[in-house]
């Protein structure tokens, strides 16, 4: 996931970014998978409004989303109980994050990390927008 994601919106985003939460889930669909965790590691991307001009903006949380309130909703989420895909954590987790209406874009991969031995990481990356 690139730091600065080829978004192509106008006005121009700024990119906010939590990356590589490792976490234990209750994650998985085969019969090894339930009532145990598993490690995942989560990343999010979301884009806000920026500016185009050279002007600095006032240094006031007000203009941006704060990273805390989204790394609490990832924990809150996780925490929630079992859920059979990554696709499904994916999507729980972009719905929230554009619950603040000044989220543009959000993607969000999430990570397997213990699945194969030969394997980093199995997962999935999802993009979403709030809903016009």
């Not at 006005?11 to 669909?29: E, Q, S, T, W, Y």
């Not at 006031?60 to 990273?67: G, I």
């Not at 990554?86 to 554009?98: D, F």
């Amino acid at each position: 996931m690139a730091v600065f994601a080829p978004w192509a919106d106008q006005p121009p985003l700024r990119c906010l970014f939590l990356k590589n939460m490792v976490l234990d889930a209750h994650i998985g669909v085969f019969p090894h998978e339930q009532g145990v965790t598993q490690r995942i590691r989560v990343s999010v991307h979301f884009g806000v409004d920026d500016r185009t001009d050279l002007e600095v903006g006032p240094d006031d949380l007000s203009r941006t989303v704060s990273y805390e309130r989204v790394v609490q909703l990832v924990h809150r989420i996780v925490s929630e109980g079992h859920v059979r895909l990554v696709e499904t954590l994916a999507e729980r987790i972009a719905s929230g994050v554009l619950t603040d209406a000044r989220v543009r874009v959000v993607r969000v991969r999430i990570e397997k990390l213990d699945v194969f031995d030969e394997i980093e990481a199995v997962g999935v990356e999802i993009e979403r927008r709030p809903s016009s």
